[in-house]
């Protein structure tokens, strides 16, 4: 059975900090997904990784995958407040033919 | 354009009542999906449909659910004899084809007073 573990699961942290969002994945995966998540809102799609060492960026977020490790990270750098929301990661489980395996998500404040 | 639909936003339903939720994915994507978020977690898959057919089901939790898409478009998610666990943000997303990007929907507030 797949996981996706993810870590911190809440974090605060400081306009202008840099900070890494960590997500574990227990299988083998033809992709992983980052998606964000504001209050009482639906999932917004950040990036979407395919290969080994892929490394992707938009604005002050990049996003990274290590498929020998079975982990991707997400980094803010110069955090500001409307980067505040919860970002989630999923991992296709492979074929594409089922749904996506989300983690618990990572619930960000960033505080002025 | 337009994005995935959902209707209704918010459904108040009473314990044993059937429940129907409906998803407009976005025009020409084949792939849909099914998803369930409570509160403080990720969504949940519960089913996946390639056309008109469900390619897998392996998500849903009983034989109390039940999706359909008939036309290969809209799809309803029927839930009946519905219990206060069902009680969740039902979320649809679609994909051009299975495998790429999946878009959500708003998603369907579902409370079972």
């Known amino acids: 059975e797949l996981k996706v573990e993810q870590n911190p699961l809440f974090l605060s942290m400081q306009e202008g900090k840099n900070y890494t969002i960590y997500c574990n994945y227990s299988?083998?995966?033809?992709?992983l997904y980052w998606y964000r998540q504001d209050p009482g809102k639906s999932l917004e799609s950040l990036f979407v990784?395919?290969?080994?060492?892929a490394v992707k960026q938009e604005g002050r977020l990049m996003a990274s995958l290590d498929t020998k490790a079975r982990l991707s990270t997400l980094h803010i750098t110069a955090a500001v407040h409307d980067l505040s929301a919860t970002y989630f990661c999923?991992?296709?489980?492979?074929?594409?033919?089922?749904?996506?395996?989300f983690g618990k998500g990572t619930h960000l404040i960033i505080q002025p | 354009g337009a994005g995935v639909s959902q209707t209704p936003s918010n459904k108040v339903t009473e314990k044993g009542k059937y429940v129907e939720l409906r998803c407009d994915p976005i025009?020409?994507?084949?792939?849909l999906y099914w998803y369930r978020q409570s509160l403080g977690q990720g969504p949940e898959f519960l089913i996946y449909?390639?056309?008109?057919?469900?390619?897998?089901d392996s998500g849903l939790p009983n034989d109390r659910f039940f999706a359909v898409r008939p036309e290969g478009s809209v799809s309803t998610l029927k839930i009946q004899r519905t219990e206060r666990g069902d009680s969740a943000v039902y979320l649809c997303?679609?994909?051009?084809?299975?495998?790429?990007?999946?878009?959500f929907g708003p998603g369907t507030r579902l409370l079972v007073l």
């Open positions: 990784l395919l290969s080994n060492g």
């Open positions: 299988t083998t995966s033809d992709r």
């Open positions: 999923a991992v296709d489980s492979g074929g594409g033919a089922d749904g996506l395996t």
């Open positions: 449909f390639q056309g008109t057919g469900a390619a897998d």
């Open positions: 025009s020409g994507h084949t792939a």
């Open positions: 997303a679609s994909s051009p084809m299975r495998g790429e990007t999946q878009y």
